[in-house]
């Protein structure tokens, strides 16, 4: 009776050690997949930033201004905090 409860310690342990190493192995491939995702998100949204700018005969000067003033206040904002933080 003893060699049989000691067997099913050495399953227990067993056990034990193959459920680490799946988890192990899940977070692994989980981490690496989500990376991947995020690349490729980041390409995407390169991509169509990239194409944002439209050709000037597709919208009106008066909008276009408008949206470049705004680009101009954002990019100042974030140059103003980061000296300020600095």
């Known amino acids: 009776m003893d060699g049989n409860s000691s067997l099913e310690a050495v399953w227990d342990v067993l056990k034990w050690v193959l459920l680490v190493l799946a988890t192990g192995f899940v977070a692994y491939v989980g981490r690496f997949g989500a ?6 998100w980041r390409a995407r949204r390169a991509d169509v930033s990239s194409d ?3 050709p000037e005969e597709q919208v009106d000067p008066e909008t276009w201004a408008k949206v470049e003033k705004k680009r101009a206040k954002a990019a100042a904002k974030v140059e103003k905090k980061r000296n300020k933080g600095g």
């Open 52 to 54: 944002a700018s439209p």
């Open 35 to 40: 990376q991947w995702l995020i690349e490729r």
